[in-house]
T-cell receptor, first 114, second 118 residues
Framework: ELKVEQNPLFLSMQEGKNYTIYCNYS?????LYWYRQDPGKSLESLFV?????AVKQEGRLMASLDTKARLSTLHITAAVHDLSATYFC??????????????FGQGTILTVHP | ETGVTQTPRHLVMGMTNKKSLKCEQH?????MYWYKQSAKKPLELMFV???????ENNSVPSRFSPECPNSSHLFLHLHTLQPEDSALYLC?????????????????FGPGTRLTVL
């Protein structure tokens, strides 16, 4: 059974600071997704990481994947208040199918304050 | 309408009621999903339909009954629910994308239905 663990679960950051959210998973997979969820809203896709060493960047967020370590990171650079949200990583089953079978982490609740 | 839509957005029901949640995707995808998001657990995959056929059923109690009449619509029929079934129910859709090196199924989510069972 695939298990996905995120840490930290709660992150309180000052504006302008940097921090990293970690996502560890238990079985081999080379497809990992990061999502953002604002309070009362649905999940918004941020990044799709498809291979070992994959790195994607969008604005102040950068995600990477190390399939050998079974680890993905979401790095936040110079945080701003607008980044306050819950961030989820999700790992797809290693089986190649025409649909996804995602296992989600618990989510990291990020709060950015002045 | 664009993306993935869900109705109703909020639902309050008694334990003896029967109700249905509706999901519609306007993305031309061929797979649809139901997830449950409750306060103290990670997002849980409930059902997957691929090409209108149910391909995953993750040990979901029979009081939840999915239906996928076509590739754009997905329903979740509810009956004799329990208070612990109160949660946010999210629908998602995806289309398999293939490249030389890999394939993936990026899922796009609807806004969810906030269900309260009294």
């Amino acid at each position: 059974e695939l298990k996905v663990e995120q840490n930290p679960l709660f992150l309180s950051m000052q504006e302008g600071k940097n921090y990293t959210i970690y996502c560890n998973y238990s079985t081999t997979s080379d497809r990992l997704y990061w999502y953002r969820q604002d309070p009362g809203k649905s999940l918004e896709s941020l990044f799709v990481l498809l291979s070992n060493g994959a790195v994607k960047q969008e604005g102040r967020l950068m995600a990477s994947l190390d399939t050998k370590a079974r680890l993905s990171t979401l790095h936040i650079t110079a945080a701003v208040h607008d980044l306050s949200a819950t961030y989820f990583c999700a790992v797809d089953s290693p089986l190649r199918t025409s649909y996804g079978k995602l296992t989600f982490g618990q989510g990291t609740i990020l709060t950015v304050h002045p | 309408e664009t993306g993935v839509t869900q109705t109703p957005r909020h639902l309050v029901m008694g334990m003896t009621n029967k109700k249905s949640l509706k999901c519609e995707q306007h993305l031309g995808h061929n797979a649809m999903y139901w997830y449950k998001q409750s306060a103290k657990k990670p997002l849980e995959l409930m059902f997957v339909y691929s090409l209108e056929e149910r391909v995953e059923n993750n040990s979901v109690p029979s009081r939840f009954s999915p239906e996928c009449p076509n590739s754009s619509h997905l329903f979740l029929h509810l009956h004799t629910l329990q208070p612990e079934d109160s949660a946010l129910y999210l629908c998602a859709s995806s289309q398999a994308t293939y490249s030389l090196a890999s394939s993936y199924n990026e899922q796009f989510f609807g806004p969810g239905t906030r269900l309260t069972v009294l």
